[in-house]
């Protein structure tokens, strides 16, 4: 037998084993990350219901700034959909819409990633003193080996993706929840009983009168002396002198 034919044959057996395998393989293939935030689930609800916040902590759009990116249907809730479109092949073109709302709870959606349709998912529950949000995707393969094969593929390839943008939108809403440290006047302002104090000088202590404040260019006075005691007056008589 001829090399070529050899290897033809060979071939035609690599893909007859490949295809068998393929159909051994899941036929529904689901991709999950979760992430706890500390933040109640009314605080980061909007975040995944308003598709207009997305690109804030989406992990396609840090990936390629020049990412074209279009909405459609409502501000936010069901019929919202973002669509995102990019030059480089790893991100591609792929949308997004919410299907089902249900308040403060879990949203449903609609997923095209580079033309592998299928549904998605937000879930927020509480988890201690936050909330634990869950974004899942998964699609039916059908009976094609080729679909099956990619599904495998799905779980390290979308997983990662899910896990960096999770962690994204956690640092994003813990860090615009973090109270504002007051400035240094502020703190000295709130300290004093009038609420301000002229900078650079102490504040003064409770009960004690604040200084009257000099006029500038002012030369210092000197402090007042003592005043002396003066002499008692001499005593006159009321008498006439004799007559010699």
């Not at 000099?214 to 402090?223: D, F, T």
């Amino acid at each position: 037998m001829r090399p070529i034919m050899r290897l033809i044959l060979g071939l035609c057996a690599l893909v007859a084993i490949m295809a068998g395998m393929g159909l051994a393989l899941p036929g529904h293939v689901t991709v999950a990350r979760s992430v706890v935030i500390n933040a109640p689930e009314s605080a980061i609800f909007p975040y995944l219901n308003d598709l207009h916040r997305f690109s804030d902590w989406s992990p396609w759009a840090s990936r390629d700034p020049e990412l074209a990116v279009t909405f459609s249907g409502p501000q936010q809730g069901k019929g919202a959909k973002v669509q995102w479109t990019s030059n480089k092949p790893s991100v591609g073109a792929s949308s997004m819409e919410i299907t089902e709302s249900d308040p403060n709870r879990h949203i449903d959606l609609a997923v095209n990633f580079n033309g592998l349709d299928g549904t998605g998912y937000y879930d927020v529950a509480p988890s201690g003193s936050g909330s634990k949000i869950t974004w899942g995707f998964g699609y039916d393969s059908g009976t094609s080996p080729l679909k099956r094969w990619k599904g495998l593929l799905l779980d390290r390839y979308v997983g990662a993706e899910y896990r960096d943008a999770l962690a994204k939108l956690k640092d994003k809403i813990e860090s615009e929840r973090k109270p504002i440290a007051p400035s240094v006047a502020e703190q000295l302002g709130a300290a004093l009983p009038n609420g301000t104090a002229p900078s650079g000088t102490a504040a003064p202590a409770p009960g004690t009168p604040a200084p009257a404040a000099e006029a500038p260019g002012a030369i210092p006075q000197a402090a007042p002396q003592p005043a002396q005691p003066t002499a008692p007056p001499a005593q006159t008589s009321s008498k006439r002198p004799r007559r010699p």
